[in-house]
């Protein structure tokens, strides 16, 4: 068994166990009220968009309270560039086998191989401190492809799957809450990664206000900010 097959088992038995206890202690805690997140808008600033559809097999894979997959575009000097697809999926409560798939996980299996993956510090709105991205640079035949993201969870934001799994089970025995959600954006690589990394940033500081409204915080009036001030190239590992 390898080292991560370990973790994961170790983690779900740890998961169950917090689980059990709080439905034997009077159930999980109500989720704060928030729109779908299925309607999210397919304006946002100068983008616009188109909703995809998530076929049968892969809504059942995920099996989640809601999605949003949506493609944006927006015109540059009269011409189209490339569009930029948002994709987000949120649970209202976790389970040991109900909960987010990473996409460190899913994108290799889609047949997608992974070129370059590091974290990345993202200054999307001015005056609160920055989101830990994953950054991945992936490529499937002669495309490639710049992806960014990070799971959002109790008024909490952060890029490692095994992070969340520590926050799933803390919250889950101080919170009784283990509702969360991961957003995802990818673009085409038209000219350079850097160019592409400051495009996807620019559709971000548009997108990122309106998570709030679609995916519940920590009940303590924490919204997804993002410090302006920190450069958002900052690697971070």
Sequence with gaps: MSRRSLYMLLSALVMGAGFLWVFREGGPAPVPGHLSLAD????VGDWTGVRLPIDKKTAELLNADGTASILFRKENSGSQGPPILFFGV????????KNIHSPENCLPSSGW???????VSLSLVPGAPPVRASYD?????????LVLYWYQERGRT???DYLG???MIRDALVMRRTDGAMVRVSMPIAATPRET???EVAFLRELTPLLSRYIPGGGRGQG????ASVPFEEVLR
Excluded: C
Aim: hydrophobic share 35%; net charge positive.
């Design 40 to 43: 999210f808008p397919v304006t």
């Design 90 to 97: 949120y649970y209202d409560r976790q389970t040991p086998e």
């Design 113 to 119: 191989a992974v070129l370059e993956r590091k974290t």
């Design 137 to 145: 640079i992936i490529q499937k035949g002669l495309e490639r492809q």
């Design 158 to 160: 952060f890029s490692s």
């Design 165 to 167: 799994r520590y926050y």
């Design 197 to 199: 990394l400051a495009r």
């Design 224 to 227: 997804v900010a993002l410090n």
